[in-house]
Nanobody
């Protein structure tokens, strides 16, 4: 059984930065591609970013490209989402997820509980 635990959310002013972390336990971390998703109030969950099992390949939603960076640390079984130049429209609950094959449209098998990010204007 794989467990994912996110942290690092909070309240930040527009233009600020946050770094989200997601610790993975239960199975070999390197077996999974990892993704970040978000869900704003009243909206459907949307893809944010994904990183391959090796960490060499990444892919971003157009809305965050150039502002967010996904990375992973195999020694710490952790995936990160560095978020810069935050905007009020980035306000959402952010979820990390694990998949055998990553990508915006892939089936993600395991999900974390989410962490709230709120960006004030």
């Amino acid at each position: 059984h794989v467990q994912l635990v996110e942290s690092g959310g909070g309240l930040v002013q527009g233009g600020g930065s946050l770094r989200l972390s997601c610790v993975v336990s239960g199975r070999t971390f390197s077996s999974y591609a990892m993704g970040w998703f978000r869900q704003a109030p009243g909206k459907e969950r949307e893809f944010v970013a994904t990183i391959s099992r090796s960490g060499f390949s990444t892919y971003y939603a157009d809305s965050v490209k150039g502002r967010f960076t996904i990375s992973r640390d195999h020694a710490k079984n952790t995936v990160y989402l560095q978020m810069n130049s935050l905007k009020p429209e980035d306000t959402a609950v952010y979820y990390c997820a694990a998949a055998v094959v990553g990508g915006p449209d892939s089936v993600y098998d395991y999900w974390g509980q989410g962490t709230q990010v709120t960006v004030s204007s």
